[in-house]
């Protein structure tokens, strides 16, 4: 054990993902069990700055695991960019006397955090929480299982709608330039076309498959769109495609939009936030930095920051086969 670490400040940063309060919640736990101090600090990387800090203890976490969002707020913050932003932190944190850090985040938050250690030689560990799944290291992140299942949930309440009245629904998700909440949600949905940037289907296959599922007797279809998709320059000009080349279908879009990160998170969320927390705090404990906590065939394993920011996950190549087979 790192002898020298007495307080562990934690914080929430970037875009909230369901799952953030199970993960503070172990992190504060598993300080309280080992006997070190723990710190929370509020609005992320520029709560930092300003010094926004609460000492928390196990009580101050009562009741929040099964609650979305962040207690400790979320921030993007342009200033810590810099190396005067990055200062102003250092300063606060060495005030405070806290001697390492924990961020949940996602791939903008990792990358402050490698360059504030970098700088600082500050201990500082990353727990991937964003509902994308894109964080190299991990199969899993904090907040994915619970957007796929609000999805889900969301589609098959569209699909009434889409079966009453004949229509094409044109469904769009997260995920910026991954398809994993489209494909799984696709698939779990029984969506008849998933449209994910990993794949460039075209305007013409999607007119095919469209077609066929007309053909075949479908009366409605329902269209899973993840919102960086390059087959149109957005989901609204795909409607239109359709409408000029498709007469036939009448078509609506629905934009599920930020309600994909809220609600509360599942019990995979809960258990896989509970687990990151206690590795992330005894890895420091350990010595251990610039590391990022993840899940591979359900063992915990650390990757370095500077690796886990590099590429995005790659797409599961077998979920997209049973996606086209299910889709015939």
């Not at 991937?128 to 994915?144: Q, R």
């Not at 889900?152 to 994993?180: C, P, Q, W, Y």
């Amino acid at each position: 054990m790192a002898s020298e670490i007495k307080k562990i400040g934690v914080f929430t940063s970037g875009g909230d993902s369901p799952g953030m309060n199970a993960a503070i919640r172990s992190v504060v736990r598993t300080c309280a069990y080992l006997g070190i101090e723990c710190v929370g600090i509020y609005r992320g990387y520029q709560g930092m700055m300003e010094g926004d800090f609460k000492t928390l203890d196990a009580r101050s976490v009562n009741n929040i695991i099964n609650k979305g969002g962040t207690i400790l707020k979320s921030a993007r913050c342009e200033e810590f960019r810099t190396k005067e932003g990055r200062k102003k932190a250092y300063d606060q944190l060495t005030k405070e006397g806290i001697d390492a850090f924990v961020v949940i985040g996602g791939n903008g938050s990792f990358t402050g955090a490698l360059l504030f250690n970098e700088e600082y030689k500050f201990p500082v560990m990353g727990i991937p929480g964003t509902i994308d799944n894109d964080i190299l290291g991990s199969s899993y992140t904090i907040g994915f299982d619970t957007a796929i299942n609000t999805v889900v949930d969301a589609i098959d309440k569209i699909r009434d709608t889409a079966s009453s009245h004949n229509r094409l629904f044109f469904v769009e998700v997260m995920g910026r330039d991954v398809g994993h909440i489209a494909l799984n949600a696709g698939v779990g949905a029984g969506a008849e076309e998933i449209l994910i940037p990993e794949q460039n289907l075209g305007l013409e296959r999607l007119l095919d498959s469209l077609k066929r599922s007309k053909a075949s007797g479908k009366s409605s279809s329902i269209v899973i769109v993840a919102e960086g998709d390059k087959i149109g320059k957005n989901v609204f000009e795909l409607k239109e495609y359709v409408e000029e080349h498709l007469p036939i279908y009448d078509v609506r879009v629905s934009v599920l939009g930020h309600m994909q990160r809220g609600g509360n998170p599942t019990c995979f969320d809960r258990v896989l936030a509970s687990r990151m927390g206690v590795k992330a705090v005894e890895s420091i404990l350990e010595g251990k930095s610039n590391l990022m906590v993840g899940i591979k065939d359900t063992k915990l394993v650390l990757t370095p920051l500077a690796e886990a920011i590099k590429a995005h996950t790659e797409i599961d190549e077998e979920l997209i086969r049973v996606s086209d087979i299910m889709t015939t």
